[in-house]
């Protein structure tokens, strides 16, 4: 099995690795393709589609693991990999969150991964027995920091795949910086003084 790719946006990705905030796989109707989303600005993102797509029959269950083989060996050093399936981008991670989901559901903790800028994305669902027994939320901490240090910089986060204004744009209203424009100061001209 070899994954194909889409060389223009592979490259894209590849000479400005520290914009991706993770690679996960999607769905395009009854295929499926490995993405980037990428940070394009303060608040903006785009799902960048690196491979072709393929059906969902054949389409590799370990897609990272074929990626890590072949373009991505180097590209992925400084990413944390969850079964073959989501990589995020330790550059651009502050931390990770967990929350209580519906209690009637099996899996009911869900976690998610913060990104520096405030944003955020789904990582995985586990039972609250199963995610208090290897640690809670310290377990996924302690593995960020084999990568960096932990300061998380946010206390709120924004989801990144609620604000989509199109299948491959994500607009945040709320962490886009608003450029304000500083008044000209004049320039204070010194004046000889008298002997």
């Known amino acids: 099995m070899q994954l194909e790719y ?27 393709a490995l993405f980037a989303m990428v940070k394009e600005e303060q608040g903006v993102y785009r799902k960048v589609q690196i491979t072709k797509e393929e059906s969902k029959m054949t389409f590799p269950f370990e897609t990272l693991y074929w990626f890590y083989n072949g373009p991505g060996y180097f590209f992925l050093k400084n990413f944390i990999c969850f079964d073959n399936s989501l990589a995020l981008n330790s550059t651009n991670l502050d931390g990770f969150k967990a929350k209580d989901l519906d209690e009637s559901k099996i899996f009911n903790v869900g976690i998610f991964a913060t990104f520096d800028d405030g944003s955020a994305t789904f990582v995985i669902r586990e039972r609250k027995k199963r995610f208090e027994k290897q640690g809670g939320i310290q377990s996924y901490i302690d593995l960020l920091r084999q990568y960096k240090e932990y300061e998380p910089k946010h206390d709120t986060y924004e989801f990144i795949e609620r604000y989509s204004t199109d299948d491959y744009t994500f607009v945040i209203p709320k962490l886009q910086e608003k450029i304000e424009e500083h008044p000209k100061v004049k320039k204070l001209i010194p004046t000889k003084k008298d002997d």
């Open 6 to 32: 889409i060389d223009e946006n592979l490259n894209r990705i590849m000479q400005n690795p520290d914009s991706v905030l993770y690679l996960r796989p999607y769905d395009i109707g009854n295929k499926r």
